[in-house]
């Protein structure tokens, strides 16, 4: 399982953003993007807020699909619109991207549900903790690989450095923050080239 999901640039190091597809009791497809933690061999996880359409299909059905893309306009979507149907495929049972690079079907093991006071966002809404084993993995084009988030951190941070020396001192405190910001969650959940490149992009903020 390990070589098959490193195809796919998966790794047990990193976190990673993509479109998780769930499919109802009436057989209404749904998707979100929702970051992906792999803890190796077959086991996977994730978080979803209460509230969310994926969250009750999940719990419902006990499946899900992480469909790995780097479509920004599927990622647009589904967070502040709906997919349209003619973005799955036909299947009438599962819920999977038409175009997506590779997808792997997940069964649910566990729901765990953790209190505001335990989660890493400040809001009043309890956060589900889902484990789940891999059943499936289909790999339909290997150059696709899945959307890292700590180096996505890392690329904003190098933009904004690019510019750091000719902007105002307002831009730069925001620049600052932004570093913060981009730290903060690298060192939660980055591999070690990424906090090493971090540690790199903060010393050379402190110089200007």
């Known amino acids: 399982m390990n070589e098959t999901l490193k195809k796919i640039g ?21 998707s979100a993007a929702i970051g992906l933690k792999y803890f190796g061999s077959d086991n996977i996880g994730c978080r979803i807020f209460e509230g969310s359409k ?5 719990q419902k059905t006990k499946k899900y699909v992480i469909n790995i893309t780097q479509d ?12 349209s149907d ?6 009438s049972d599962i819920a999977i991207l038409k175009d997506a690079g590779s997808y792997i079907i997940v069964d649910v093991v566990d729901i765990n549900e953790q209190k505001p006071e335990n989660t890493p966002i400040d809001n009043d809404q309890s956060i589900f903790m889902i484990k789940g084993k891999i059943s499936k993995i289909v790999i339909n084009d290997e150059s696709i690989k899945a959307f890292n988030r700590g180096l996505s951190g890392i690329i904003e941070c190098l933009v904004n450095f690019s510019r750091y020396k000719i902007v105002d001192d307002e831009k730069r405190t925001e620049y600052m923050d932004r570093v913060i910001e981009n ?11 990424t906090k090493e490149s971090m540690e790199l992009i903060k010393k050379e903020y402190e110089k200007n």
């Open 10 to 30: 998966i790794t047990t190091e990193e976190r990673y953003e993509c479109i998780y597809t769930t499919i109802d009791e009436e057989g209404n497809k749904n």
């Open 86 to 91: 003619e973005y799955f495929t036909d299947d």
């Open 183 to 193: 730290n903060r969650m690298i060192q939660r959940i980055g591999n070690e080239k």
């Open 54 to 58: 994926t969250l009750e299909n999940i």
């Open 72 to 83: 920004p306009l599927i990622f647009t979507k589904s967070t502040i619109d709906k997919l």
